[in-house]
């Protein structure tokens, strides 16, 4: 998981920060002075927990200097021999996580979602954890926990993804990944209303769905004459809790951002672009060639929505959301059974260095990318993602944050 954070807020590139020498050694010698975790604060071979259950945990914590909040270790014992972990990797994954936060705070002003948590007392503790899962059963190196307090949750940490990825008694290298976990912090900590979606109407049983054997036998005009008629009946382009009402765009290619003439033009300026886009997949050859799954989901009705939206607590430029199993919904003639799925595009964020798209961007926000440009990040992410998350149902937790 290669995840780094700029010093622009919000962004990240691929860099970890760098300690000088003293710094290094001031924490070695922290860590080699650092009490015993106490007995009994460890987890008892759990599969995981997800992410909105209660986590129990015991003893005092392990306090970070400058920290309102605690690390422990889940509940249970932290003995050699106990399912998940023993008492060595506990404690490399508890003073690792200790020193990465001692340096996040003494950076305080280079992690602008980390400094807004704690100036704003959002986290409530830190949960290592042998492995995390979401409710779908899907391991995660981190997830966020709403606790009984509003406006309070806990960050959940897996131990074997720490030492999996290199990290343990590496902080210095944990820190990028740790920051960039801070927008789902503020995101899941915000209690403020959300939005109510407008109605979207769909003619579901009138879609022209195709098969992917029918998909691959039409030409490219045919293609986009299909795209058509699901523009008709099923897949939407529109942002459904109008988050760009009255949001000023951007002149394609540039970063100049231009005001609306009235409250409705950036929405439908952007639902052009991203029809605009959608046509080029699914007619241009190369985009069969090398993203045919997406070509394939953009007709199979597996899509249903792909849409700019703004929301400002994600930091992402880019998200699939997949409807869970029971809120599956049949399609088409012949009848088939959909988890409807949606690509969010971040407007008003660039792309990481992570991203798969991210050279295609040249740097520019998602929303003042060509339509050429767009086609290939909207493709990438569908590509890459519209699989995973569709078997795991796992971006169904992450829609109770609303653009805003």
Known sequence: MKIARSRREGQYDGRCVRIGPLVRFLLVIGWLASPAL????????????????AHETSGPGVPIPGASFRVFLGEGDATAGSAGWDRVQADAATRTVVAAFTLMLQHRTEYARFDEAVTKGLLDRVVIE?????????PFPFLVARTADPGRVRLLISASSLQEAGYLDHPDRLVPVLAREFQWVVGKADTSPRPKAVPVERDLARAPILTDRDIQALPAEERVRALQ????????????????????????????????ANRDQTIKFYDIRVREALQ??????????????????????????????????????????????????????????????????????????????YRDTKGLPMGALPADRLARVIALEIERNIVEKSMTGHVAQDATTAPK
């Open 38 to 53: 106490p007995a009994g604060a460890s987890h008892q071979g759990h599969a995981g927990h997800a992410a909105d259950e």
């Open 229 to 260: 008629g699901l523009f008709e009946t099923y897949l939407k382009t529109v942002d459904d809790l109008r988050s760009l009402e009255g949001q000023p765009y951007y002149e394609a290619g540039t970063t100049t951002l231009l005001p609306p």
């Open 130 to 138: 042998p492995t995390v899962v979401n409710r779908e059963g899907k």
């Open 280 to 357: 080029l997949i699914v007619r241009d050859s190369s985009f069969m060639e090398q993203t045919p799954r997406a070509v394939r989901s953009l007709l199979d009705g597996t899509i249903w929505n792909v849409s700019f939206v703004k929301i400002e607590n994600r930091d992402w430029a880019t998200r699939t959301r997949v409807l869970p199993g029971e809120k599956a919904v049949t399609v088409g003639k012949q009848g088939r059974v959909i988890q409807p799925a949606a690509i969010l595009i971040n407007t008003y964020r660039t792309a990481a260095p992570d991203d798969p798209f």
